[in-house]
């Protein structure tokens, strides 16, 4: 089974930038949809960005609200998926989660992923 283990949340004043980590282990993540959500307080966790298996050209996918902001990527030979995260604002503030899917499908739906990790708190100040 895949453990997936965040790191690199914080504190940080807007406009400023994080770096998320997601280390997998257990198994070779290369073949996994791998994506990021996040959960602030009082709301749903929603769909943050997403980084699908692809055969031949790299594919992602992100909310409206991060586009231009936030860049998912991955490390597969390093086992590891990123979110760089620039120009931080307010409402980015949540707990932030890796989550992996396995191979045969894409989803933006948090329901759809096997495997998460215990998540990793992102706090943007005014």
């Known amino acids: 089974q895949m453990q997936l283990v965040e790191s690199g949340g914080g504190l940080v004043q807007a406009g400023g930038s994080l770096r998320l980590s997601c280390a997998a282990s257990?198994?070779?993540?290369?073949?996994?949809?791998m994506a990021w959500f996040r959960q602030a307080p009082g709301k749903e966790r929603e769909f943050v960005a997403a980084?699908?298996?692809?055969?031949?050209?790299?594919?992602?996918d992100y909310r409206d609200s991060v586009k231009g902001r936030f860049t998912i990527s991955r490390d597969n030979a390093n086992n590891k998926v990123f979110l760089q995260m620039n120009s931080l604002k307010v409402d980015d503030t949540a707990v932030y989660y890796c989550?992996?899917?396995?191979?045969?499908?894409?989803?933006?739906?948090?329901?759809?992923?096997?495997?998460w990790g215990q998540g990793t708190q992102v706090t943007v100040s005014s």
């Open positions: 980084i699908p298996w692809s055969p031949s050209a790299t594919i992602t």
């Open positions: 257990g198994r070779t993540l290369s073949t996994y949809t």
């Open positions: 989550a992996a899917d396995p191979p045969g499908s894409y989803s933006r739906r948090s329901y759809e992923y096997d495997y």
